[in-house]
């Protein structure tokens, strides 16, 4: 049974920093490409960050270019989210998904599973 679970997400001031994490379990972890997205209510789906099964090649949304860094530990079978100098429209919920085959692109339909979320909200 293959799941992704997001943690990590909480409360941060502006310009803080925090990092999510997505655990994920059912399927071989290396084989798949690894995306975070985020949604704010009644907007649509964003891509975020995407990284290949091998994390050597990585993709990342203008608006978080040189912010935020995507990573993946194959030892704990996790995913990582590095975000740093969080801004208020940087709130959303966070999620992590999967896909097959290995180009990390940013399009929602592009993936098939996906985890339940973890809120994030950039306030002071």
Same mark, same amino acid.
């Given at each position: 049974?293959?799941?992704?679970?997001?943690?990590?997400?909480?409360?941060?001031?502006?310009?803080?920093?925090?990092?999510?994490?997505?655990?994920?379990?059912?399927?071989?972890?290396?084989?798949?490409?690894?995306?975070?997205?985020?949604?704010?209510?009644? $907007?649509? &789906?964003?891509?975020? *960050?995407?990284? %290949?099964?091998?994390?050597? /090649?990585?993709?990342?949304?203008? +608006?978080? $270019?040189? &912010?935020?860094?995507? *990573?993946?530990? %194959?030892?704990?079978?996790? /995913?990582?989210?590095?975000?740093? +100098?969080?801004?208020?429209?940087?709130?959303?919920?966070?999620?992590?998904?999967?896909?097959?085959?290995?180009?990390?692109?940013?399009?929602?339909?592009?993936?098939?599973?996906?985890?339940?979320?973890?809120?994030?909200?950039?306030?002071?």
């Amino acid at each position: 049974q293959w799941q992704l679970v997001e943690s990590g997400g909480g409360l941060v001031q502006p310009g803080g920093s925090l990092r999510l994490s997505c655990l994920v379990s059912g399927f071989p972890f290396d084989n798949y490409v690894i995306a975070w997205f985020r949604q704010v209510a009644g $907007k649509e &789906r964003e891509g975020v *960050s995407s990284v %290949s099964g091998s994390g050597q /090649v990585t993709n990342h949304a203008d +608006s978080v $270019k040189g &912010r935020f860094t995507i *990573s993946r530990d %194959s030892a704990k079978n996790t /995913v990582y989210l590095q975000m740093n +100098s969080l801004q208020s429209e940087d709130t959303a919920v966070y999620y992590c998904a999967a896909k097959y085959p290995d180009f990390p692109t940013l399009r929602v339909d592009d993936y098939d599973y996906w985890g339940q979320g973890t809120q994030v909200t950039v306030s002071s």
